[in-house]
């Protein structure tokens, strides 16, 4: 069994810059690991992917620029940098692995999620 914990939310002003870690327990398999986020009142979204080795990446277009996705398996983490943040921004953020599906994209292509972190970007 697989435990992801998402750390680093917190609450900035916009065009500040935040980082997100998703650290993994229980496995030594090297999954692919999604972000995605849910903002009040909308559906959860994909907002990027890296492939088990590192060598993969996605990005969903609002983010694409801003948001670099990483990994360190040595430390069995995952990393989100946002820079530039923007109002829009605003969710909760949830990293999820052990993908079974070919769209990167879809929640429900995911096994393990992690708790969720809060991400606020207010004036």
């Known amino acids: 069994q697989l435990q992801l914990v998402e750390s680093g939310g917190g609450t900035v002003q916009p065009g500040e810059s935040l980082r997100l870690s998703c650290t993994a327990s229980?496995?030594?398999?090297?999954?692919?690991v999604g972000w995605f986020r849910q903002a009040p009142g909308k559906e959860r979204e994909g907002v990027s992917y890296?492939?088990?080795?590192?060598?993969?990446?996605y990005f969903t277009d609002s983010v694409k620029g801003r948001f670099t996705i990483s990994r360190d398996n040595a430390k069995n983490t995952v990393y989100l940098q946002m820079s530039s943040l923007k109002l829009e921004d605003t969710a909760v953020y949830y990293c999820?692995?052990?993908?079974?599906?070919?769209?990167?994209?879809?929640?429900?292509?995911?096994?393990?999620w992690g708790q969720g972190t809060q991400v606020t970007v207010s004036s």
């Open positions: 890296i492939s088990g080795s590192g060598g993969t990446t």
């Open positions: 229980g496995s030594n398999v090297y999954y692919g």
């Open positions: 999820a692995a052990g993908k079974y599906g070919s769209d990167w994209y879809l929640p429900s292509n995911y096994r393990y």
